[in-house]
């Protein structure tokens, strides 16, 4: 998990844990899920393929760290997708579009606003929405009856109703503002693992890494201060 899937990017990404978060220098929560759902709706697309039943599997292989991700941080953005989708169905949340639902959620953040640069204050930006799969995929690791398994504990599974019920007041921009909110923002592999950031600058050939503000002045410009959690 920590040396492939957290370290996955697409062509809409950089290496955005480290080069924002410099100073923190651990995996940040709100990055996590996007690989996670990436390596998941791929894998469950080998099948419909044409790859024969039962000549792939997917395991995802994690220390004790990963038993907290797991549960802390994708179960708990599987149920918040899972939730939104029941506020729409229930008319407290406006419909999803079929091009926004298969549109890259990422990547729609690193869209500038009216021509200029600020990529983070996009307040159609919907976080909460990874995968239209993703959810379903998620409850079918848990139950076993799915080609992806993990050699770690899952934790404890999210209820989406609870959620859904807690939050049915709630409009899409403020659903993407709590998505970020979080109780841990920062997770390191468990002992005698490297660092996260040992991990990264085994995987890259940029010998400045880790980055700070000096080598790229032109990106921290562009981002809020609560972004960032201090000067380095």
């Known amino acids: 998990m920590w ?10 990404r950089f290496c955005y844990p480290l080069a924002i978060h410099v100073a923190q220098r651990s995996l940040y929560a709100n990055v996590i899920s996007y690989p996670m759902a990436i390596w998941i709706v791929e894998a469950l697309e080998l099948e419909r393929a044409g790859m024969p039943l039962g000549s792939f599997r997917l395991i995802f292989e994690g220390d004790r760290s990963c038993t907290e991700i797991f ?3 994708v179960q708990r953005d599987a149920a918040w997708q899972r939730a939104t989708d ?3 169905e229930r008319g407290h949340l406006p419909p999803v579009s079929w091009e926004m639902r298969r549109w890259d959620s990422r990547a729609r953040s690193l869209e500038p606003v009216d021509g200029g640069g600020n990529w983070f204050e ?3 930006t919907r976080y909460v929405y990874l995968f239209e799969e993703f959810p379903q ?3 079918d690791i848990r139950a076993k009856n799915s080609i992806i398994s993990c050699n770690f504990d899952l934790g404890t599974a999210w209820d ?3 959620v859904a019920l807690s939050n049915k007041g709630w409009t899409a921009d403020e659903w993407s503002k709590a998505w970020l909110d979080r109780d841990q923002l920062w997770y390191e592999p ?8 040992e991990l990264l600058c085994d995987n890259s050939l940029d010998t400045r890494l880790p980055w700070t503000r000096d080598d790229h002045p032109d990106w921290w410009d562009n981002f809020p201060e609560s972004m960032i959690e201090s000067s380095v």
């Not at 040396?3 to 809409?12: A, E, K, W």
């Not at 002992?191 to 950031?197: G, R």
């Open 137 to 139: 995929a998620v409850d």
């Open 86 to 88: 029941l506020c729409v």
């Open 190 to 197: 468990s002992l005698p693992s490297p660092s996260w950031t």
């Open 3 to 12: 040396q492939t899937v957290f370290q996955t990017i697409t062509g809409q």
């Open 122 to 124: 996009r307040p159609e």
């Open 71 to 73: 549960q802390d941080v």
């Open 160 to 162: 989406a109703e609870q």
